[in-house]
């Protein structure tokens, strides 16, 4: 079925886990450990009510919002999520491209498999950059140069890795870095011989085994020699102090990601931050933590209008993204949908999900009761 008919993006996940091979789905479906983060993500969203308001002049609204001097023409973007190459070919490119199209931001994940700069070639839009620090601050200001050069806007420091996750599923299947090419993931993929054909021998013909090309702790390190972990895990060794230096090292947006604590929202303003990202990860690092609604009012109000307070995991409505709106967060972003929407329609399936979500923010605010994004910040439209 054609991603075209995906009525919203839990429609997009049922046709990503048929046309993907079950190591793929589940690296980019999973969660950590028994996936009661992920899925209290959810959960949680769903107990947020709304307290519409009625008898108010809908007929002219807008969902626009400002983000670090631009205007964007929604109030949610993409998440950056490592490794997307293995949804579809380029699937970075795609989701650059879909965003530009829509007017949202795009973030790219330091774990992808295209350089940075061919994503930012790829088209003319505001791009966003996240980021595993490492430690060693000689590394850290080569990269901050390189992603400076390559004109990204943005940079969002990742926190919420400090070692790697315990991803069970990922074990079962076998899809774990360094990929091994065990009988079982070998035949998962030849029983899905539109994406052993489309994404792995495509991407192997184009550019031979996928490298990390703009990995911050290694240089370009291959997928099949790169220990995720050990990539990602320098985090650990990053503290308040090394993001006092990095603020005066990177001039343009500076945020974490990974915020749940309101505590690290006030260090943030302390270090002259310009946001925080609150986010669990989509429940993919610390099983038992807190979904970000439950935490957003907190952080929120420890921010006290000092920073940009995004969100993300588990947003999958439009109405969900009114939510955090409603609770202090200035947009969203979502992951999962639009790695689903790139697997199933490259450009044109990220355009869907992100047209999906757009029009369903659009509906809701009318139903509220409200005309603009500032007016959900402003009102008072939920209870919890
Ligand atoms: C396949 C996949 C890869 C991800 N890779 C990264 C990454 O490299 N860096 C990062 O900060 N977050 C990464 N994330 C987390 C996302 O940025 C985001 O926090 C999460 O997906 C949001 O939840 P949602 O998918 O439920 O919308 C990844 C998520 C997924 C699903």
Redesign the pocket.
Known sequence: MSFARALNVFDLERMARRRLPAGVFG??AGGAQDDRTRDN?RAALERVRFKPRGLVDIAERGQEVTLFGHRFASPFGI??????GIARFEADIAMARAAARMNVPFTL???STVPMEAVARSCDSVKWL?V?MPADRERASRFVARAAAAGYQAL?V?IDVPVGANRENNLRSGFTLPLHLSPRVIADGLLHPRWLAGVLARTLAATGVPRLENSAVADRPSILAARNAELRARGATIDWAFMRWLRDQWPRALLI??VLHEDDARAAVACGLDGVVV?N??G?QLDGAASPIEVLPAIAAAAGGRLTVLA????RRGGDILKAVALGARGV?????F?YGAALGGEAGVTHALTLLRAEVDRDLAMLGATSIAAVAAGDFVIR
């Not at 998440?79 to 997307?84: R, S, V």
């Open positions: 690296f980019i993500n998440a950056p999520m490592g490794i997307a994940s330091n774990m996240q595993y969002l990742t990601k990974g986010s990860h989509g993919r993300d995991s588990g947003f972003l979502c992951g999962r949908p790695l």
